[in-house]
């Protein structure tokens, strides 16, 4: 699907900053409606910060102090952006009016509709929202557990896991080949793992021009791949090697200790290992029993309410939200759709209709991007995206056009960062 850039570019910055609401969003019901917020990412935040405009009485659950951004974590691990720039704080929600209460949620009684925490507080609510983002599965990939990805890294939460990774590249000798699994879909951020081995090829060649980056890919086709393809061909041609599918691509097992990774049809001898695990809602939403078999969490796709239990609305990378990828731009957009239906539902109103938007950008290299974008409706019980409203960078765009991409690419980050927690 194409779409001349500019038109989308320019429809992208008019719809990014908020969705698309059919109706006028809902009037407050007389009494301040509770809302408990379980998860203080890009999902929860953005929830928090919605409702508490909307005048409703919410606290967010979050155990940590500071939360580490994964946008632009790819750029910390080879050295071109500081870490400092991926940290928020939660200041500026409790300045708008959210309650902050600084701990994990553990259990949730639905009859009582009240939340508990490890503390052992519990919190009455109108309306949950849960939005703990993902687990990675350690036990999906034999061999590779918690243990193991501090051998081999997943960096796949922004944080230790994201300086380990540098600090072994930038420990690694020139020659040393780093090897990166990819898994099956759904998984956070179809794109990331691609972005990763691109920024990590150009770090190889300006600087350990004898060593190269595999990527062992579980899928036959990926997220922007004639993109990211173009970009491969023309930066890194003897730096970076893509193994499909169906050349054997699929890791089925790891040793960390002795730096192997085995696919279907070889052995692989790493200097780096990156392994990025199959991945499954945050263990919070699969233990109160909003995820399905699946280890993800079904849910309306008007209101976000969960489909397992009533009261709960589910955003983020947790949901099942069809054809919308587990990304931060969609989790702050399900999370603006999830509290308006909530609170309508909470004041007795039919939740209002809405269109929600994505835009996707990927670096290859420091001034060089390049986007897709979607926008998504309900549509037979799914999220499905609406035909011909999306598009992706053109294949042979110009020098200044991949560098404004990238440009646009900092401003997006800028902004939704901006917004949830300034
Ligand atoms: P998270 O952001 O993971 O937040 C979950 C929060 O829940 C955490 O703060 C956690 O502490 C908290 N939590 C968990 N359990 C509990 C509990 N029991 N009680 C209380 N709190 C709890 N997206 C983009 O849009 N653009 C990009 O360019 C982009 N780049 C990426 C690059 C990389 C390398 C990666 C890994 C991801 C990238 N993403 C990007 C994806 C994006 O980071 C995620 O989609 C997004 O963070 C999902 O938000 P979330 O709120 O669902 O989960």
């Known amino acids: 699907m194409t779409a001349p850039r500019i038109d989308r570019r320019r429809a992208s910055a008019l719809i990014a900053a908020a969705p698309l609401f059919g109706l006028a969003a809902p009037a407050l019901a007389q009494a301040r409606p509770r809302l408990v917020v379980v998860g203080g990412g890009f999902g929860g935040a953005s929830a928090a910060r919605t409702a508490a405009d909307a005048g409703a009485a919410v606290t967010l659950v979050e155990p940590n102090e500071t939360y580490v951004a994964c946008p632009f974590s790819n750029e910390v691990i080879v050295g071109l952006r500081p870490m400092e720039k991926q940290r928020f704080g939660y200041q500026g929600l409790a300045r708008r009016g959210v309650t ?27 309306r949950l929202v849960v939005a703990p983002g993902v ?24 944080g230790p ?9 930038a420990a690694m000798e020139d020659g040393g080949t780093v090897v990166m699994s990819v898994p099956a879909n759904p998984y956070r951020c179809p794109p990331g793992p691609y ?31 004639s993109l990211f393809v173009e970009a491969w061909k023309a930066l890194y041609p003897a730096h970076i090697e893509h193994v499909p599918l169906s050349a054997g691509g699929r890791v089925t097992s790891v040793d960390a200790a002795g730096g192997v990774l085995t696919t279907e049809f070889d052995t692989v001898k790493a200097a780096v290992g990156v392994v990025i695990p199959p991945q499954r809602a945050g263990a919070f939403a699969r233990a109160i ?64 209709a809405a269109k929600l938007v994505n835009t996707c950008y990927s670096l290859a290299a420091p001034g060089y ?54």
């Open 289 to 352: 029993g909003v995820a399905d078999k699946s280890g993800w969490c079904p849910i309306d796709p008007l209101t976000f309410e969960s489909r397992l239990i009533p009261n709960i609305h589910v955003i983020g990378d947790a949901a099942i939200a069809g054809a919308m990828p587990k990304s931060a731009f969609s989790a702050d957009q399900q999370a603006r759709v999830a509290v308006h239906a909530a609170l309508a539902l909470a004041a007795g109103k039919p939740p209002p």
């Open 161 to 169: 896991q994201t300086l380990l990774l540098a600090k072994m590249l």
């Open 369 to 422: 991007g390049f986007s897709i974008a979607g926008v998504y409706a309900a549509r037979d019980g799914a999220l499905a995206e609406v035909a011909g409203a999306g598009g992706i960078s053109p294949v042979g765009a110009s020098a200044e056009t991949h560098a404004a991409e990238a440009a646009y690419a900092e401003r997006w980050f800028d902004a939704i960062t901006g917004r949830i927690f300034g």
């Open 195 to 225: 972005e990763r081995a691109s920024l990590i090829a150009g770090y190889l060649k300006a600087n350990k021009p004898r060593s190269k980056i595999i990527v062992l890919d579980a899928k036959e086709t990926f997220s922007k791949q």
């Open 135 to 158: 687990d990675l599965n350690f036990e999906a990939l034999p061999g590779y557990d918690e243990a193991a990805a501090e051998r081999m890294p997943h960096a796949w939460k922004a």
């Open 100 to 126: 902050l209460a600084r701990g994990s949620a553990t259990a949730v009684d639905p009859g009582r509709r009240r939340v508990t925490l490890d503390g052992g507080e519990t919190l009455d609510y109108d």
